[in-house]
């Protein structure tokens, strides 16, 4: 192998400026790559955890899933073909019945680690001349610290007051900031749909990094919400914390089954957000690939040029004694080095980008707010670069070579004569 090496490097160098900007195009390639699944990835990571912590893993609320053909079925059978028109929704009471017991019986459940009830309504809130809609939502403080992590995005950790002072809330950051409230201690008034008002003090904020859900929430206790909504010890909505978050779909569907209450699944609420994720990966490996695709025939098109250039070299390695196999691994070997060389040095600029993207410090204001880049700085995005640009390098450089090995050293020196 030591002579097939030495003339791999012998061509290589001989060729020096073509091989850098092949080097070079595959380590853009590959840099690219490590950047984009970092910064990508990074983002949906981090938006999936939010969510994840701050929302519930299961839903249970009252929802009516419209079928609008469940009548006819249920007359005529599955079979029949049907086309429905419209159809007036069913008028639903907006509360769980029995919502204690259901309570009761899904915190024995093994697969379940906490469980907490809300209400849930709209509202408007009034900051001297400054109203706002807001998403209201009552909660018990000692049940729902089980079922989410709340605390977590609490800036004072001061919902133990929603306990003790009944008359208090805790509002969403950038609701906060859009009625001009920066410091707590401040008095809103609070409008519900049913015309009643009522002073509240603001006692803490809630900043989750989702915009949407720091420009709308206010919690405040469950029992205040109920008695300013007039709906006495009801609820709408009870909120699952599951022990294995991937099998929300499965335990969604069981509690369903057993209640006969709509319920959603974190995968379901978010399917919208899910789906944009996987676009923007496709997307993301599309303009990857493109670029590895631009390398390859770099690489190709050097070892192309290079066999017919060296086409009296070949015919005298031949005529030595080097057989069609070895002329196939010398051109092999040349697109696998340059696809080496450019992998390694794609990871080198590669987590070069990812160390510049960290040190931005901006501030990111959008589905989500951060401050500067969220990254996935997974190795395994490394690794896969370095294969990417190994297959791409190698099935670049096969042609050129089988092209090389069937040269016939006869005519070559025939036609040079």
């Known amino acids: 192998m030591k002579h097939i090496a030495f003339v791999t490097l012998k061509l290589l160098f001989e060729r020096k400026r073509q091989t850098i900007i092949a080097i070079v195009g595959v380590s853009i ?214 022990k294995d978050v991937y099998r929300a779909n499965e335990i969604a569907e069981r509690i369903k089954r057993e209640t006969g209450y709509y319920t959603e699944s974190w995968q379901k609420a978010f399917r919208n957000f899910l789906q944009l994720f996987k676009i923007q990966n496709y997307i993301t490996y599309m303009i990857v690939f493109a670029i590895l695709v631009v390398s390859a025939f770099g690489i190709f098109n050097i070892i192309m040029m290079t066999v017919l250039e060296k086409k009296r070299d070949i015919a005298i390695l031949k005529a030595l004694g080097y057989d069609s196999s070895d002329i196939i691994k010398i051109f092999v070997f040349h697109g696998i080095t340059i696809g080496f060389s450019g992998a390694l040095l794609g990871c080198i600029l590669g987590y070069g980008l990812q160390e510049f993207l960290a040190s931005v410090n901006v501030s990111v204001e959008g589905l989500v707010r951060t401050k500067g880049f969220a990254l996935d700085r997974n190795p395994l995005y490394f690794l896969y670069g370095v294969l990417f640009a190994f297959t791409f390098s190698t099935f670049a450089a096969f042609y050129p070579s089988y092209k090389a090995s069937k040269l016939n050293p006869v005519d070559i020196f025939r036609s040079s004569a």
């Open 29 to 242: 390639g590959v840099a690219a790559f490590i950047a984009m699944a970092s910064l990508m990835n990074g983002f949906q990571k981090y938006f999936i955890e939010q969510a994840l912590d701050l929302n519930a893993h299961v839903t249970l609320k009252v929802k009516d899933e419209p079928d609008k053909g469940k009548i006819l079925k249920k007359v005529y059978g599955e079979d029949i073909y049907f086309h429905v028109y419209g159809a007036k929704p069913k008028d639903l009471k907006d509360k769980i019945v029995d919502y204690k017991f259901l309570i009761a019986k899904y915190e024995k459940d093994s697969e379940i680690a906490g469980i907490a009830p809300h209400l849930t309504g709209q509202g408007i809130v009034r900051y001297g001349t400054v109203d706002k809609s807001a998403s209201l939502i009552g909660i018990d403080p000692v049940l729902e610290r089980r079922a989410s992590v709340i605390d977590k995005f609490i800036s004072n950790k001061k919902l133990d007051i929603l306990i003790s002072d009944r008359d208090s809330v805790i509002i969403g950051k950038l609701l906060a900031r859009d009625l001009g409230i920066d410091e707590v201690g401040k008095k809103v008034i609070v409008t519900t749909p049913n015309g009643v008002t009522h002073l509240f003090k603001v006692v803490d904020f809630f900043e989750s990094g989702i915009t949407m859900l720091d420009q709308t929430r206010i919690y405040m206790n469950l029992k205040t919400l109920q008695t300013i909504m007039n709906k006495p010890n009801e609820v709408n909505e009870i909120i699952f914390k599951i």
